[in-house]
């Protein structure tokens, strides 16, 4: 698991490396160079089967709805739920619905959901957040 944090340092959520990450070359995380190609294999075999996403190379590439950037890779779009209505692949790529962002406004998107979730359920979100803060849930790389 990965702290996300933001601007700045706070944490904004724990997340598993994206396979973007994991091609990123300056992505600090500790894993060898076969670790990392073994984790990216793994993690496309799983989002190729999910049922609420499609394959990947069935992808056309769109703009991501809240910044305009190019998404060359189905890997690099994300369900802008709160921002804006909820979408998954799936439904992107048979209803051409343009609500997709890329990995970078993904995180304004994590931020928006936490903020959400805190409002909805604010003592257990506080406790998660308190745990984080503490190091009480264990944080690898
Ligand atoms: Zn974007």
């Known amino acids: 698991m990965l702290k996300k944090e933001n601007k700045d340092n706070k ?3 724990l997340q598993m ?7 990123n070359p300056n992505f600090k995380i500790n894993m060898s160079r076969a670790e990392r190609r073994r984790q990216i294999k793994f993690e496309r075999k799983i989002y190729n089967k999910c049922p609420s996403m499609i394959n990947e190379k069935k992808y056309v590439p769109m703009n991501c709805v809240m910044c305009d950037v190019k998404m060359k890779s ?3 779009t994300h369900n802008p739920y709160p921002i804006t209505e909820l979408c998954y692949s799936l439904e992107a790529h048979k209803t051409d619905n343009p609500n ?3 990995t ?3 995180e304004i998107v994590t ?3 936490m903020k959400l979730s805190m409002k909805n359920n604010p003592q257990i979100v506080g406790n998660a957040l308190f745990m984080i803060k503490e190091n009480k849930i264990g944080v690898a790389a």
Request: glycine share 0%; net charge negative.
């Open 17 to 23: 490396p994206s396979i973007a990450d994991l091609k």
């Open 74 to 76: 189905i890997h690099d």
């Open 11 to 13: 944490v904004i959520s």
């Open 100 to 102: 997709r962002c890329c």
């Open 104 to 106: 970078e406004c993904n």
């Open 111 to 113: 931020d928006a959901r």
